[in-house]
Nanobody, 126 residues
Framework: QVQLVESGGGLVQAGGSLRLSCTAS????????MGWFRQAPGKEREFVSG????????QYADSVKGRFTISRDNAKNEVFLQMNSLKPEDTAVYYC???????????????????WGQGTQVTVSS
C-alpha cells in the first residue's frame, strides 16, 4: 500500500504554468503505474496523464497533450505534472493515483487505480 500527497496547486492566469507534485510513502513506489486525474465541479473525474513504472512510457488526454508533461523520480518516490499554457477549462481538483499494474501498462480508467491522494486545487483565471 502507498499513501499519496499532492502539492503545487494554486491560482494562475491563463497561459501560466504550474507544477504539481505527488509524494508517495512506501517502499514499493517503483512497482506502481502512476496517474493524474482531475475533477471539475459537476463533472466526472477524468484521466489527465499516466506514466509507467520506469517512466519510459507516458499517456495524455487529448485535451492536455502538448501542454502537460508527466514525469517521475522513483528514487524520491515522486511523480510530477508540469502544466504549461494553462486554460480556464483546466480548472479542477487534481488527484494523484497509484495502480499496482502487473504488466506496467498505463490505464486511463480510474477504476484501475487503487490509491488516491487528497487532491490539490488548480484554478486558471481568464
Amino acid at each position: 500500500q502507498v499513501q499519496l500527497v499532492e502539492s503545487g496547486g494554486g491560482l494562475v492566469q491563463a497561459g501560466g504554468s504550474l507544477r504539481l507534485s505527488c509524494t508517495a510513502s512506501g517502499r514499493t513506489f517503483d512497482r506502481y503505474v502512476m496517474g493524474w486525474f482531475r475533477q471539475a465541479p459537476g463533472k466526472e473525474r477524468e484521466f489527465v496523464s499516466g506514466i509507467n513504472k520506469s517512466g519510459g512510457n507516458t499517456q495524455y488526454a487529448d485535451s492536455v497533450k502538448g501542454r502537460f508533461t508527466i514525469s517521475r523520480d522513483n528514487a524520491k518516490n515522486e511523480v510530477f505534472l508540469q502544466m504549461n499554457s494553462l486554460k480556464p477549462e483546466d480548472t479542477a481538483v487534481y488527484y494523484c493515483a497509484a495502480e499496482p499494474a502487473f504488466l506496467g501498462v498505463v490505464a486511463r480508467n480510474r477504476v484501475a487505480y487503487d490509491y488516491w491522494g487528497q487532491g490539490t486545487q488548480v484554478t486558471v483565471s481568464s
